[in-house]
């Protein structure tokens, strides 16, 4: 007579496998995507101050996601700034350098989770729209400093207060 397994016994034994698979990619990708995630991060620095050679980190509240001292040749050209805030669609990076003289020297909008509306609020990451802010003194103010996008003004307003409040981590920071 044929013995058979129990259900459950059959279900527990594919849902171990399964989770033994899923832990094995975990291990195998976490290194690659950590290597992936921290070039990106590098590259969105450099091209917002990008006289500088190297990036030296500094030590931040939790205002900020990351704050960074540019370096050429030793000597402090600046300083980058990431901080998320939340657009129309969801959360929205956005990375700030500026100048020795706290001058906004670049801005990168997006991040992994961007997600604002296409045609409107994803002109955010347009040239037309962060070149405004470019050699340009914060506090920033929009309408007055910077034209909003139109029809995203939700948007406009919180890369407008990202903006500042990178900056003010910056500010703060090197007092």
């Known amino acids: 007579m044929k013995k058979k397994f129990p259900p ?15 832990a094995l990619t975990n291990f195998v990708t976490i290194g690659p995507i950590a290597a992936t995630s921290a ?40 300083y980058t700034a990431t901080v998320t805030v939340s657009g129309y669609g969801g959360p929205v990076e956005v990375t700030v350098g500026l100048d020795a003289n706290g001058v906004l ?23 037309a729209f962060t070149d405004q802010f470019i050699g340009k003194q914060t506090p920033v103010t929009l309408k007055k400093d910077v034209d909003a996008i139109s029809g995203a003004t939700i948007t406009s307003t919180a890369v407008t207060k990202g903006v500042n409040a990178a900056a003010a981590a910056v500010a703060k920071a090197v007092q």
Do not use: M, Q, W
């Open 8 to 22: 459950f016994a059959i279900l527990t034994v594919i849902t171990l496998c399964a989770a033994l698979l899923l």
């Open 39 to 78: 070039k990106a991060a590098d590259e969105a620095r450099k091209a917002v101050l990008s006289e500088a050679e190297d990036f030296e980190p500094l030590t931040h509240d939790d205002t900020v996601d990351s704050l960074y001292r540019g370096l050429k040749s030793g000597a402090t050209v600046g």
């Open 105 to 127: 020297t670049g801005l990168n909008v997006g991040g992994s989770k961007f997600a604002e509306t296409a045609g409107l609020g994803a002109k955010a990451k347009e040239p």
